[in-house]
């Protein structure tokens, strides 16, 4: 999100007049993008400032700004101990930076955090920051409606807004048409996508079969789907289209209906399983990964358990797994106790990063002897000779070039995996 949000930003200052530099010592504007969602991402942004406050010595003119997530949340701490930032710009705000700029060229400390109901950016075409000309992020929507306890989002990204479909599909041709083979189509909830036009209604499925039919040489992603929304009619769409890529990300959190409840997530394990066994019965062969939350508040040593246990039954392609982080403002701070050990936490932690590595790993042997439809990315960063492409169900393959492109599809037959990468040959 945070990558995508950088592009239009980059639009936004190329109208204006800027180009991009490489070589930070060359930069008379330093923009940092920033994450709120836990404690460690903003960590990392107050060593970067320390990092570059070398860089304002020198060059007393330098402009550094802050924008995004943290800006919203903590603009006074920015401003007021960090002499070093000049600009403070939340995520809603970024058609400002220009005007900004100019007021910081004045010698005033420049602020804009003002959440919108509307803004999406529509009309900006991203400029792209990937390298790879093949595949590229499309933002469908903004903000979240959703009050998980722990997350701070809604409150740093304000309301949930779904962009205008024509927009989306406008974009999705533009990047077709100049060489782009892969879209992944992102927002925090995406199944509550919603645009009324005329009396009638668009949801998500329309939209994403609409995107699909852009081009069948066109691979469709998207992300993240919530478990209490995804439908059995989107199943159904994501069934019908071959380029409707089969993998599906659906964040449990938690394996124990009572830590869901306290997290108001809003659905029970339960549910969650119901959600797992339906995909996999409409879409057999799909891959699906996960997002997990280890440490959240009052769990216990047998919630823990449940989660590990929902690992195993699931079989996750992949998880992404946090250590709880308190955020201040959020419902956990204000009525929950952080009141697991940070010792347990880590112990935990470690426990379901085991058993999630042996799980994927399982999911990656069974690849092996099958041939999959690559879209080739790019060169293989490892082994420069070999190309390097992702599945359908998004895993990475690795194989030998045999005069093929980045851009173009082809059938692997994988004869061997490590723990990340599957490894073939073209067929
Ligand atoms: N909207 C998506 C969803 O609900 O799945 C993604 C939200 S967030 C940007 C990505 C992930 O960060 C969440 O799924 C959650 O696992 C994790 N996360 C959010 N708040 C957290 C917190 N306070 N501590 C630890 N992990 C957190
Ligand atoms: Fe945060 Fe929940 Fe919204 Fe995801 S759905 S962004 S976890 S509040």
Request: aromatic content about 6%.
């Amino acid at each position: 999100m945070n990558v995508a949000d950088s592009e239009i930003v980059m639009s936004i200052l190329k109208d204006a007049g800027f180009q991009q530099t490489k070589d930070i010592n060359d930069a008379g504007l330093i923009l940092i993008n920033t994450c709120s969602i836990r404690e460690n991402a903003e960590q990392r942004i107050w060593s970067k400032l320390k990092s570059i406050r070398h860089l304002k010595k020198k060059k007393k003119d330098l402009i550094v700004g802050l924008i995004g997530c943290m800006a919203e949340r903590l603009k006074e701490q920015i401003l007021e101990t960090e002499n070093l930032v000049d600009i403070v710009a939340g995520p809603d705000s970024y058609r400002e930076i220009p005007l900004l700029i100019s007021e910081a060229e004045a010698g005033h400390k420049a602020v804009n955090i003002l959440l919108s109901r509307e803004e999406t950016y529509a009309d900006i075409s991203p400029v792209r920051m990937d390298k790879n000309g093949v595949s590229a992020f499309v933002s469908i929507m903004r903000g979240c409606n959703n009050m998980c306890a722990y997350c701070v989002v809604p409150y740093v990204r304000g309301a949930e807004r779904s962009r205008d479909p024509k927009s989306i599909l406008k974009e999705v041709r533009e990047l077709f048409e100049s060489g782009y083979r892969e879209v992944t189509l992102l927002g925090q909830n995406v199944d509550s996508f919603k645009w009324n036009q005329n009396g009638n209604t668009i949801y998500f499925s329309e939209l994403l079969e609409k995107v699909a039919k852009v081009s069948p040489l066109l691979r469709v992603r998207f992300s993240t789907s919530h478990p209490k929304d995804i439908s059995d009619e989107l199943l159904r769409t994501i069934s019908q289209y071959d380029n409707i890529c089969k993998h599906i990300h659906l964040p449990a959190q938690s394996g124990s209906t009572r830590i869901l409840n306290l997290m108001n997530r809003e659905y029970s394990r339960e549910w969650y399983m119901d959600r797992i066994e339906t995909i996999k019965k409409i879409l057999p062969g799909c891959a699906i990964s996960t997002d997990l939350i280890t440490g959240f508040c009052t769990e216990t040593d047998e919630d823990h358990k449940l989660t590990l246990s929902l690992i195993e039954w699931a079989g996750f392609d992949f998880a992404y797994m946090f250590k709880y982080s308190e955020r201040p403002g959020t419902k956990a701070a204000r009525k929950l106790k952080d009141d697991v050990p940070e010792n347990i936490k880590t112990i935990r932690l470690n426990e379901i990063i085991a058993l999630q590595n042996k799980v994927s790993s399982k999911s990656k042997k069974q690849d092996v002897g099958k041939v999959f439809e690559v879209l080739i990315e790019d060169r293989s960063k490892r082994t420069g000779d070999n190309l390097s492409g992702r599945t359908s169900q998004n895993k990475v393959v690795v194989f030998p070039e045999k005069g093929h492109r980045k851009g173009e599809y082809v059938n692997v037959l994988i004869d061997r995996c490590t723990s990340a990468t599957l490894i073939g040959e073209i067929i």
